[in-house]
């Protein structure tokens, strides 16, 4: 029972050994689309628009765009951040495919916090890129 228990941790500490925050998805996921997001900092950048992230495992994207932000004191600002995580768009009418990790969260004192963010992956899919609509599903993610 003691070798069960141990392969059970062994399995488990790359998500935990990763450090940083983590954020796990409340459903399934598409094989192209992480399961984990573990992010270590978040940070402004002197691109407009532009805040640029680094994470310990490669999942999380580098670079976010800022699509929203809105005013929530003199002091703190809200801000919406998106990247593509994969995307294989058919332009010839076929399949498509595409995902997109949404970042909600706080630049407080010009400073990000990793831990207090609100993630989902926005996913859009398509057997006709050219004449059906894609279906849309939004997958959630939890802090670890």
């Known amino acids: ?9 062994m399995f488990a500490m790359p998500v935990i050994a990763f ?7 409340t ?3 598409p094989a192209s689309v992480p ?3 573990c992010v270590d900092s978040i940070e402004q950048t002197y691109t407009p628009y532009i805040l640029s992230a680094k ?3 490669n999942s999380f994207p580098t670079e976010l765009k800022i699509i929203h932000t809105s005013r ?22 076929g399949d498509g495919f595409s995902a997109v990790l949404n970042v909600k969260g706080e630049i407080a004192y ?4 990793t831990n207090d963010l609100n ?3 926005e996913i859009k899919t398509t057997n006709d890129t050219c004449h059906s609509k894609p279906d849309v599903e939004t997958i959630s993610y939890k802090k670890l």
């Open 1 to 9: 029972m003691k070798l069960k228990s141990a392969i059970a941790l």
């Open 110 to 113: 010009g400073d990000i916090a």
């Open 55 to 57: 994470g310990p495992n």
């Open 19 to 25: 450090g940083g925050t983590c954020y796990q998805a």
């Open 72 to 93: 929530h004191n003199e002091e703190r600002l809200n801000f919406t951040a998106v990247a593509v995580v994969a995307e294989e768009w058919n332009s010839g009418c």
């Open 27 to 29: 459903s399934a996921v």
């Open 35 to 37: 399961g984990v997001f």
């Open 119 to 121: 993630l989902f992956v």
